[in-house]
């Protein structure tokens, strides 16, 4: 049961005395403000949970239920569209009903739907569960990023949305450790084991949830308003996120960049395999390069980011840098051992540092762009755009660069690069939209 305490506000702890040596580093681990320290413990369980599943779930599939690994990666995929489809819907039901409560159903459902996975026997079965489970997964998205908007004020949005995004990578980080022990064992029920921890984390997530505080005003629905008006003081603005034309180009300018995970999580692996004469050891230093500096970064990569003509230019630089990152990526190719690990090393310090600052300019935009009072719709839109970029990722690297070689990485680059100099453009257009008087 929730506390009248526990449904207020937590203001931000006053600053602590200096600390004692052996309480430094504790202090520099957690974050000062409460509320973020809450959505952190949060999000530490939840992930640890994630990379757990996804170290042994495809493995789970084909070795335990011996299903074939084209049958899997169909599945996988109509269970990713479901889940672009379902993104937008959960945004607008945080509107509607409430962002905890939608948030508390969802995650719910998530860890049944996740426990079934060890009664499945036949294919049909396990394509509707993966399409009914990542559906709830993409919308339980969208909500979590409207409960960042609400629980937390404007000016800390993105530098706790980054904060936490740290603590993921470290969370997913130790979840697929701990699934290495499954991996040895190679059965079932170890696999099985895996996820049924996976699944309890979601209701270790549920019982956390209602300790986040939100602020009343930021989760009351707002009275309608008529299309083309506003309140007084504020230029018309659109009803509909899909009708707010300049945060839809946004949006498909950030899915572009998206696209990114493709290139570090399928197409450098498999171009540093096929096409270079690097060892394939170097495949796990490179994902941990990224992971590093994720961690490291991300959260020093928000500073500055709090205008919206700067947000743009972080994620132009962003940009510029994943285009990099293609560029040298495909010089690997002919080039003797040492030497491509050393390029394909710096290909991925490229990636990690455009990866950290096009997140923190996308994820600033997002929320400065978005209607206060339709927070889950713009939310489950932008998301929507990310998950369609993460399900059509990996064809894409495939078919570009790893298909066609160094043209095909020189296409990439260009896409990544004319995605990022737009960004700043759209923003201009979406400040002129939006101006008084317009």
């Known amino acids: 049961m929730t506390t009248p305490a526990a449904t207020q506000p937590v203001p931000p702890s006053p600053a602590p005395p200096d600390p004692p040596?052996?309480?430094?580093?504790?202090?520099?681990l957690l974050h000062p403000d409460p509320v973020i320290r809450r959505l952190a413990w949060l999000t530490l369980v939840n992930a640890f949970g994630n990379g757990l599943f996804m170290t042994v779930g495809v493995l789970f599939f084909t070795r335990a239920l011996h299903f074939s690994a084209a049958g899997v990666g169909l599945g996988l995929t109509l269970a990713g569209l479901c889940g672009v489809l379902a993104s937008m819907p959960g945004g607008r039901a945080a509107d509607r009903w409430g962002t905890k409560p939608v948030l508390m159903a969802l995650v719910i459902a998530e860890g049944a739907g996740m426990a079934c996975y060890g009664l499945v026997h036949s294919f049909p079965v396990f394509v509707l569960l993966a399409c009914l489970v990542t559906a709830v997964d993409r919308a339980s998205s969208a909500v979590r990023n409207t409960l960042y908007a609400q629980a937390l004020p404007k000016q800390a949005r993105v530098e706790g949305r980054a904060y936490l995004r740290a603590v993921t990578n470290v969370a997913i980080g130790a979840g697929a450790s701990l699934a290495a022990l499954a991996l040895q064992a190679d059965s079932r029920q170890a696999y099985v084991t895996a996820i049924l921890v996976d699944a309890a984390t979601f209701a270790a997530v549920a019982v956390m949830l209602p300790s986040i505080p939100i602020p009343p005003a930021a989760g009351r629905a707002p009275a309608p308003v008529a299309a083309g008006t506003g309140r007084a003081g504020e230029p018309p603005r659109p009803r509909s996120a899909l009708r707010d034309l300049p945060f839809l180009v946004v949006t498909v300018l950030n899915s572009v960049l998206t696209l990114q995970f493709g290139v570090i999580e399928v197409g450098m692996p498999l171009w540093l395999v096929q096409s270079t004469h690097a060892p394939r050891v170097l495949v796990a230093p490179l994902l941990i390069v990224n992971t590093v500096l994720v961690v490291l970064l991300q959260v020093r990569a928000t500073r500055g980011t709090g205008e919206l003509r700067a947000a743009a230019v972080a994620f132009r630089r962003g940009a510029l840098l994943?285009?990099?990152?293609?560029?040298?990526?495909?010089?690997?190719?002919?080039l003797a051992a040492t030497a491509a690990c050393l390029v394909l090393l710096a290909a991925a310090v490229l990636q990690s540092l455009g990866e950290v600052l096009s997140q923190a300019g996308g994820w600033a935009l997002s929320y400065a762009l978005a209607r206060e009072e339709a927070m889950g719709a713009y939310q489950g839109l932008f998301n929507a755009g990310s998950a369609a970029a993460m399900m059509l990722g990996p064809g894409l690297v495939t078919v570009t660069a790893l298909d066609h070689g160094l043209a095909g990485w020189a296409l990439l680059a260009a896409l990544f690069a004319v995605a990022g100099a737009a960004m700043p453009f759209a923003v201009r257009w979406t400040e002129r939209r939006h101006a008084p008087g317009v």
């Open 322 to 334: 994943v285009a990099a990152c293609c560029l040298v990526a495909a010089t690997a190719h002919g």
């Open 21 to 28: 040596a052996a309480g430094t580093r504790r202090s520099r």
